[in-house]
């Protein structure tokens, strides 16, 4: 439609388009989320949001996309649209270490901010309410983001909210959740029992055994499988292609799996590059290095709580391997602690806090090593104990700030170089990120390239961004966005914004660099760095796959190079190397780390554990060696052949299926949201009247002045363009207050009152419309009716539209909705007449879409029977099954009593074989009552869901009037 002049007809039509509740199996449900969110959506992500919210009658799905292809980004399409409708309970539950980059994702691309729930907030909400998670639902503008040691905390509270949606990332933690064992996992099952919008996320929705399908299933739905005894009878015990495929047609429904290969047409992935940079340490530091290993070894040491000697070991290790200033800082604390304890002091220095203002990802970290230990009370030890130790920490401390030559520092200078001639070679950008584990390393490092050509213009990224640099990169960055809706209010966001635009537009010839902490590995991207420099090389090959994954991701125009250092004199260090490249292929070909390896390490802790205690225990080449060895074995064993070629039996379909889906969706994608982008645009000019209030252009308009003094403070004058368009702009959504003032004006007008008839300009149209060609010049009168169906818990509405022809044609499939596109200008008539055919059009059409609606919710209905039917079957198996059990052990009794040598042996076995006799007659009894039982339940259920079909039906006309064609 052109923005020449559309009327008010046409502008109240939009309107009702821009904001119905649209069918969850048709894209147009996404219509506003297409609209407000500001990135380029693939159309297997497209694909996977409509599968989530198809079924109004499911209680969730898998996403179990490969690695790289953005279930993120699927299940934030989701949450959006579950917020546009107001359905704004969701919670969101992720591994500690991706909870930021959740809470940036949501807020960069779907303008939803988001709430990280941990300890230290949840206890201060709680200070002041009696119910922080209310509060928060009150008080925030998108969802609750927590872990998973947290969520488990606070399970009993989750579990009395009634949530609209609840996301698991990483859900393949909870595979196990069909073992008594697994306690975060039937924890949380628990409390989520009730909820019926689950979204789990995992590229390794099975690893090692059919019963982790089972478990992640009952975390969706119960009623899916039967027990797991009968799961395991039918499909765990079996290998027949047939009972595959009687698995796979159950798992349809839920599940969803996209392989790269099958997308890469439209999400083209670069390759990484690496580089090693071996260094060999100065006698100094190794004999520093040497001391303090030995210390750490130390079984008894005062300067460390028991309960957190693991972790605390851990932390030291890495920062060993840093740098001299990381570790020295450390074991500074570690004496201060010991001082003041020997003083008596009142209360000693806490080690975790200390350390996680150096070590930032401590903080996560502690919340994973959920089984660390409970912390020792301290005992009072001997006090010259206490000073040697002292002493001893001290002589640490001088020794490492003795070290003037850091040979590691050295080899990044080196590394530099070789690095950023390949960029030139390959045409990138020179901008690199240096990530650090430390936060004193961080400083050493500045330090160092400050003294070299790379010194210009470098950027310091950590956790708190305090440094005065980055302050007053914030203070331009303020000053350059002033009135846009790039700055959020929240200092730490838009700091952080600050310091990536100004590393993305800083110009250095020698090259740009930013140093990061872990906080850099989370939540910011960098497609326009090419560069990735792991100073500090983390043992957690998920933190690794995140922090290359801040540049080598959607976007990135150039293959990305990776550099690591090797301290040859070090075995565990080299071995460790050899692992993650080898093994676990994370630095180099296209996609990184695959999803077997990912999926076996699980949360990463486990394997982070088993490196620590290799550097505790292990002290010669050979012992760590062989250490090592065993530990690739062990993870070897995890990665199953067998699963992964059964996984692909069940969940990856065939190629040409996929791929026509997704040209489809692609087409239909891209299509929509140009279509409601465009009719965003169309209503705002209507009703903006735009000579007082705005300027249009192609892209946006500048607002000059406010319609509504209710505005005022909301929204602010200035330019405005749509997300996908926007830079310094003021994005314009549909959930903009401004849209929503132009949505909610153009519905409320009453257009009834008057008879109108539209004098359509074909001519002033932009495109042709060929089935319309034949009516120029002709007239007839047009009804839009809103079709407002409820049924199975949901709205929807339809825009029935009809036109007919003063000589009594009627305009057929949807050119009565391409007559409401062509601008038009207003004509009063003095009345309209009655014309039955269009009343008997218009009902047809309405009788019309009322069947396609219940005709396609009796296919819900119907996969919900199939799905009770199947899962009354298994339950009936169960019990038969127990029963079969038990006639095999009776079989096996009575052949060894048969045999029994003596008396007292064959009375023994007969007695166990009446006990057995005994027991399976009740169970046989028992049998037909337990079946009944099954079957009312699942007529029950079908009688719930009957009720539920049931459809409430009510029409409104919006407006009809006389029309002619120009």
Same mark, same amino acid.
């Given at each position: ?32 989320? /297409? ?722 008839? /539209? ?143 003596? /008396? ?18 009740? /169970? ?43």
């Amino acid at each position: 439609m052109s923005t020449n002049h559309i009327s008010a007809y046409q502008s109240q039509y939009l309107a009702w388009l821009l904001s119905r509740n649209a069918a969850s199996n048709s894209i147009d449900s996404l219509a506003s989320t /297409l609209v407000d969110s500001k990135v380029d959506l693939n159309p297997h992500q497209l694909e996977a949001a409509l599968f989530a919210c198809q079924n109004p009658l499911s209680r969730g799905v898998i996403l179990a996309d490969e690695v790289g292809l953005g279930k993120t980004i699927e299940a934030g399409l989701v949450i959006s649209q579950k917020w546009a409708e107001r359905k704004r309970k969701q919670l969101i539950i992720v591994p500690a270490n991706l909870r930021k980059q959740w809470h940036q994702e949501l807020q960069e691309k779907f303008g939803l901010q988001g709430t990280i729930l941990e300890s230290k907030n949840y206890n201060a909400l709680a200070k002041n309410h009696k119910k922080p998670f209310e509060t928060l639902f009150e008080n925030t503008q998108g969802p609750i983001i927590c872990s998973y040691p947290f969520a488990k905390s606070k399970a009993k509270e989750i579990k009395e909210i009634f949530w609209d949606a609840v996301i698991l990332d990483e859900a393949h933690r909870l595979r196990n959740v069909y073992k008594s064992s697994n306690v975060i996992g039937n924890t949380l099952k628990d409390a989520l029992a009730h909820v019926d919008s689950k979204i789990l996320l995992t590229a390794t929705p099975l690893q090692n055994s059919l019963l982790e399908l089972y478990g992640l299933v009952s975390l969706i739905d119960d009623r899916v499988f039967g027990d797991l005894d009968s799961f395991r009878a039918q499909f765990a015990l079996t290998n027949r292609e047939s009972t595959f495929a009687q698995l796979r047609h159950r798992l349809l429904p839920l599940c969803k799996r996209t392989l790269r290969r099958d997308v890469q047409q439209y999400v083209p992935y670069t390759n990484r590059i690496a580089i090693v940079e071996e260094f060999f340490p100065t006698e100094q530091e190794r004999e520093f290095s040497s001391m303090v290993a030995d210390y750490l070894r130390r079984p008894d040491l005062k300067a460390m709580p028991n309960g957190q000697r693991q972790l605390i070991s851990l932390v030291l290790w890495k920062l060993l391997a840093s740098s001299p200033q990381a570790i020295a800082g450390a074991l500074e604390t570690m004496r201060q602690r010991l001082q003041n304890k020997v003083d008596d002091a009142l209360q000693p220095v806490n080690l975790i806090d200390s350390l996680d203002e150096d070590f930032e990802a401590l903080d996560e970290m502690a919340d994973e090593w959920s089984d660390s230990g409970p912390l020792d009370p301290e005992q009072q030890q001997e006090r010259d104990a206490y000073l040697d130790e002292i002493a001893e920490l001290k002589k640490f401390a001088e020794l490492a700030a003795s070290i003037r030559d850091n040979a590691k520092g050295q080899a990044l200078i080196k590394g530099l170089d070789k690095a950023f001639v390949e960029l030139k070679r390959l045409g990138a950008a020179k901008k690199a990120i240096i990530f650090t584990e430390s936060k004193k390393t961080q400083t050493y490092l500045q330090e160092l390239l400050s003294q070299t050509p790379y010194g210009e213009g470098l950027v310091l990224f950590n956790g708190t961004n305090s440094d005065a640099s980055a302050q007053k990169i914030y203070k331009d960055w303020l000053n350059k966005h002033q009135g846009s809706d790039l700055i959020t209010g929240s200092k730490t966001a838009d700091t952080r914004a600050a310091l990536v635009e100004y590393f993305r537009e800083h110009d250095n010839p020698q090259g740009q660099i930013m140093i990061a902490t872990e906080a850099g590995a989370e939540g910011i991207n960098l497609q326009f760095c090419s560069l990735v420099i792991n100073y500090d090389l983390p043992w957690n090959p998920q933190r690794i796959e995140q922090r290359i994954g801040r540049c080598h991701r959607y976007g990135q125009k150039h293959d990305v190079v990776v550099v690591n250092f090797i301290d040859k004199s070090n075995e565990a260090d080299q071995r460790v190397y050899d692992l993650l490249n080898i093994k676990f292929k994370l630095f180099d070909g296209v996609f990184g780390a695959s999803d077997e390896v990912l999926g076996a390490i699980g949360s990463g802790v486990d394997f982070e554990r088993r490196i620590a205690d290799i550097y505790q225990n292990c002290r010669d080449p050979q012992e760590i060696k062989t250490s090592f060895e065993q530990l690739q074995l062990d993870l070897s064993q995890e990665i199953n052949e067998k699963m992964m070629q059964t996984r692909q039996m069940l969940f990856e379909h065939f190629d040409e299926e996929v791929h026509q889906k997704i040209r489809i969706q692609a087409q239909n994608g891209t299509r929509t949201q140009n279509r409601y982008e465009q009719m965003l645009l169309e209503i705002t000019h209507a009703e903006l009247k735009t000579d007082q209030c705005a300027v249009f252009d192609d892209h946006g308009f500048e607002l000059k002045q406010l319609p509504d003094a209710t505005l005022e403070s909301i929204c602010p004058l200035g330019r405005y363009e749509l997300p996908r368009l926007s830079n310094d702009a003021h994005s314009y959504r549909i959930a903009h207050p401004l849209a929503q003032w132009v949505i909610a004006q153009a519905k409320s007008r009453s257009l009834n009152e008057t008879s109108t008839r /539209l004098i359509f300009d074909y001519q002033a149209y932009p495109s042709k419309i060929s089935t319309l060609e034949p009516y120029q010049g002709q007239s007839g009168t047009l009804i839009v009716k809103v079709l407002t169906v409820q049924a199975l818990e949901r709205m929807e509405q339809h825009l029935i539209v009809s036109a007919v022809t003063d000589d009594g044609q009627v305009l057929q499939d949807d050119d009565p909705e391409r007559l409401l596109r062509i601008p038009a200008q207003e004509q009063a008539i003095q009345s309209l007449s009655h014309n039955e055919l269009l009343d008997a059009d218009v009902n047809q059409r309405s009788q019309n879409c009322q069947r396609d609606i219940n005709q396609r919710n009796l296919g819900y209905f119907t996969q919900e029977i199939d799905k009770l039917d199947a899962w009354a079957d298994d339950r009936k198996l169960g019990l038969e099954q127990q029963i079969k059990d038990i006639d095999r052990d009776i079989k096996e009794t009575r052949k060894t009593a048969a045999t029994a040598p003596t /008396l007292d042996e064959k009375l023994h076995w007969q007695k166990q074989q009446r006990e057995l006799e005994i027991r399976r007659n009740k /169970l046989r009894r028992e049998l037909f009552d337990r079946q009944d039982e099954v079957e009312q339940e699942r007529n029950k259920l079908i009688s719930g869901l009957e009720d539920k079909l049931v459809q409430n039906v009510d029409e409104q006309v919006l407006f009809c009037i006389e029309w002619l064609l120009l």
